[in-house]
């Protein structure tokens, strides 16, 4: 059973979100999510001062097997992205919660992170799939 | 009903992620199949094969029904146990599989063919052996393990015995031997050095663990699809099928069409393609930037529109090569598009292999 950290929210399409403290939000995928997915190859993110909305196809982890979009969890502008995943994609593999993180986002609306799921909520969610 | 091999237990042990493929629970990787495909390139890993199908075709006629049964020739072969790749079509001239066969003598040959066509495979030849003296044989009995990479042959050196070290002494490429209980052969499918070997089933296990214990990295279908890619060989169902002309799936270098009376079965076809020269043909595309060529993505050229039959990312070159079919006067060179997830993107045309021993060959 794949590790799912419960300081984080995450989103039923496998996304996860930290809350900073200084009010930004990291995003990236979840371990459960690089596993489905494989070896990673090639990774697309956003641009900075881009700004996105929940639901938005913002991202993109190329594997091996598969190219899979990355859906905005939550709203906001893109204040920083993860510029190591370029030479080091693998780093979505090796540690997904971590050095993995795909981009940080500062946040239109902090509320929007009571819809996403707890991990509890997120567990049962990968279980049904 | 899944079927599993006699290693199935060897996979789980050593971590395998396993898959169905077409009937038969096989690992897609022990990790990470990036790893895998470099340990092939670099050092040596081993596949569970033992899902392919094994059939002997034996008997006085047995010469004459494998010159009927497949393009190329087998009375080109003259060696005992010199093996030769080549297709089976149907009387339309598709391709209802492509295998190797090994040969030991006129009245004695063993072929090795896909699993997922097995049924078909058998079906066919079955009903064309009316009227050859012959029997066909399937050896379900035996299990099968790919040994590949450039320290592969050493790896296994270690473990043979003298008689069989002999018998597999200065080998060359495309042979097998039938030594003791093994079958060892110089084929592959990876574009390294190494061995196929044909072992019963109650001894494969303990071959596993041992090449294992000597270093043998284990690998899965999914290193062993990006390892067969980049070494240019079709993958039956994706880079040709019985639609589909060896014409027009680089195979044409496996009909033989000398002598001109050998009737075996699609030549009438092939003759007519080849004189019209009208059939597509298989290339090799690169692309040097990021993404990733897949299946069924459409190629547009000058010529016309082709499209992707296999694509991936190439662990040993750092980007994506694909093989497509596309039309016949796209040349090796050429710059051409491929529609790739909302965009087109220009690849370059190359012949259809990319790696060799390690290298780079394009």
């Known amino acids: 059973m794949s590790n799912i950290p419960s300081e984080l929210k995450y989103a039923t399409s496998h996304e996860w979100v930290r809350l900073e403290s200084d009010g930004t939000a990291t995003i990236g995928i979840t371990e459960h999510a690089q596993g489905l997915l494989g070896d990673m190859v090639f990774v697309e993110l956003p641009d900075i001062d881009d700004s996105i909305s929940v639901g938005d196809d913002v991202a993109v982890a190329e594997s091996v097997k598969a190219a899979s979009d990355i859906y905005a969890p939550v709203s906001g502008t893109v204040v920083a992205i993860n510029e190591e995943l370029e030479d080091a994609p693998e780093l979505l593999n090796s540690d997904a919660f971590g050095g993995g993180w795909l981009f940080k986002v500062k946040l239109d609306d902090a509320s929007e992170l009571e819809n996403l799921l707890d991990a509890e909520g997120y567990k049962n969610s990968i279980d049904e799939d | ?362």
């Open chain 2, 1 to 362: 009903m899944t079927n599993k091999t006699v290693l199935h237990a060897k996979h789980l042990a050593s971590g395998a992620k396993m898959v169905d493929f077409y009937g038969w629970e096989m690992p897609i990787n022990y990790g990470s199949q990036i790893e895998e495909h470099n340990a092939v390139r670099t050092d040596a890993g081993m596949f569970d094969v033992s899902h392919m199908t094994i059939v002997d075709v034996q008997g006085t006629d047995a010469k004459d029904f494998l010159r009927r049964l497949v393009i190329n020739d087998v009375a080109k072969l003259t060696v005992p146990g010199k093996a030769l790749y080549t297709g089976m079509l149907n009387e339309a001239g598709g391709v209802i599989d492509d295998l190797i066969i090994y040969f030991f003598s006129d009245t004695n040959y063993r072929l090795v063919v896909n699993s997922a066509t097995r049924e078909k495979d058998l079906a066919w030849m079955t009903k064309q052996a009316a009227g050859f003296d012959i029997t066909i044989t399937e050896r379900p009995e035996f299990g099968m393990i790919a040994v590949q990479g450039p320290e592969a042959i050493a790896k296994v050196g270690t473990l043979l015995s003298a008689e069989e070290s002999a018998a597999v002494e200065g080998m060359k490429p495309f042979f097998g031997v039938q030594v003791g209980d093994l079958f060892i052969a110089t084929t592959g499918y990876t574009g390294e050095n190494g061995y196929e070997i044909i072992i019963p089933e109650s001894a494969a296990e303990d071959l596993w663990q041992k090449l294992l214990d000597a270093g043998v990295a284990p690998c899965g279908l999914g290193a062993r699809d990006t390892l067969r890619l980049e070494a240019g060989m079709n993958l039956y169902g994706l880079d040709m099928d019985e639609t589909v002309s060896p014409i027009a799936a680089n195979m044409a270098w496996t009909i033989s069409w000398e002598p001109t009376d050998r009737d075996f079965i699609g030549r009438d076809v092939l003759t007519a393609q080849k004189s019209a020269g009208d059939q597509p043909k298989l290339v090799g595309l690169v692309l040097e930037e990021k993404g990733v060529l897949r299946t069924a993505q459409k190629v547009i050229t000058e010529a016309g529109e082709g499209i992707i039959t296999s694509g991936t990312f190439s662990p040993t070159l750092g980007h994506s090569v694909a093989l497509a079919r596309v039309p016949r006067s796209v040349k090796v060179g050429d710059v051409v598009e491929v529609e790739m997830r909302k965009k087109l993107v220009k690849v370059t045309v190359t012949k259809p292999s990319f790696v060799r021993n390690g290298k780079k060959v394009f």
